[in-house]
């Protein structure tokens, strides 16, 4: 029996050259010596007269693999790569182990590390693992139902500038009722961890920050990806920034960033698109991804921090001495390492007074 061919495509940064040219001869060797694969890089894309957008996420949606390099951090690769995710692709990202310290930013944001990713010295190596590559689906595995209570999902920025307060001033005037990702409280990035909180979610904010911020360049790559990952699953995006960014945004979704003026026009941004959500979130699906996961699959250890589950928090919470303490008026300073449920129990203590 023929073996089917199956489809590929390779996202990668456009440069530096030496890691291009590898690349390209990978790509070379696989339509010279393989029928099982038809590997198409971006480069290799027929796209005069068109938009770039749309041909590169037409192409991922044909195609059965995404092959990204995350050798050099890229934002049109990030977000290619959370794209495939969100629309059910096998994703396959590789690493030119020949740069220097080129893991050491995997292993530092966190997207790529906990889902794996295969390192590559030359052509023949990559040429190898990419025909080596098995099916997967990670926003199967990884998707949770809508969270109904917190529908909306905030990436938040490390400082806590003007710009990103009025949003969150924005997001609570509207009074609907959030999560986010905090890079103060979270350091690392988990691609696991954003599966599950963008399918949970009918409304993504992504603030875009300008160079000169402090993390700019690490939250600009983590909102790439979270953008991409939010139009897969086709969950409703907010993308903006302050004024115009003096570096232009990445072509894959250039045309979606907002460029807000001031606190005025953040909040009716922010309000307008709050409503929308919740809306939104009547229309998708109780469940995602499939039913027959295993046991371990469907186990949740909860939110890293209190603040993303407040409102179910009753559903779970164990009474402890402390929380006992605290609600008798007999302390008002819980004190503890990150994690121990501080916050936790003072949320407990406040839904309780208000019963």
């Not at 003007?162 to 409280?185: C, G, H, L, M, Q």
């Not at 953008?227 to 969950?235: E, I, K, P, S």
């Not at 003096?246 to 709050?274: C, K, T």
């Not at 209190?306 to 559903?315: D, M, S, V």
């Amino acid at each position: 029996m023929a073996t089917m061919m199956r489809n590929a495509f390779f996202a990668y940064p456009g440069q530096p050259p030496d890691l291009i040219s590898t690349i390209n001869a990978a790509a070379k060797i696989l339509r010279q010596h393989s029928n099982n694969i038809n590997l198409k890089t971006w480069q290799g894309m027929d796209v005069f007269g068109q938009s770039i957008p749309e041909e590169v996420r037409a192409n991922i949606d044909e195609a059965a693999t995404l092959v990204c390099d995350v050798t050099r951090p890229n934002m049109n690769v990030y977000y290619e790569a959370g794209y495939a995710i969100g629309k059910g692709k096998t994703i396959a990202p590789v690493l030119n182990g020949a740069f220097a310290n080129a893991a050491d930013q995997i292993r530092q944001d966190g997207m790529f590390d906990n889902i794996g990713y295969k390192t590559y010295q030359n052509s023949a190596e990559l040429a190898q693992i990419i025909l080596g590559i098995t099916r997967s689906n990670l926003s199967d595995l990884f998707a949770k139902p809508i969270n109904h209570q917190q529908p909306l999902f905030l990436l938040d920025s490390h400082v806590k500038t003007d710009f990103r307060n009025a949003i969150v001033s924005a997001i609570k005037a509207s009074k609907t009722f959030y999560r986010s990702f905090d890079p103060v409280e979270v350091p690392r990035f988990s691609s696991i961890a954003m599966i599950a909180e963008a399918s949970a979610s009918s409304g993504v904010i992504i603030p875009i920050l300008a160079e000169h911020i402090v993390d700019a360049s690490r939250h600009n790559l983590r909102a790439a990806f979270l953008a991409g990952l939010c139009h897969g699953l086709g969950r409703q995006t907010l993308l903006f920034s302050m004024g115009s960014i003096q570096n232009p945004n990445p072509s894959d979704y250039r045309d979606m960033v907002v460029s807000v003026r001031n606190e005025e026009h953040i909040g009716e941004l922010v309000q307008d698109f709050a409503k929308n959500s919740l809306v939104a979130s009547q229309s998708i699906g109780a469940t995602n991804g499939k039913k027959n996961r295993n046991l371990l699959q469907k186990l949740t250890l909860g939110a890293s921090a209190a603040e993303n589950e407040f409102r179910t928090l009753e559903e779970y919470f164990v009474e402890t001495f402390e929380y006992l303490r605290t609600l008798r008026g007999e302390v008002s300073v819980v004190a503890g390492r990150k994690g121990s449920a501080k916050t936790a129990i003072f949320f407990r203590v406040r839904d309780t007074h208000r019963l």
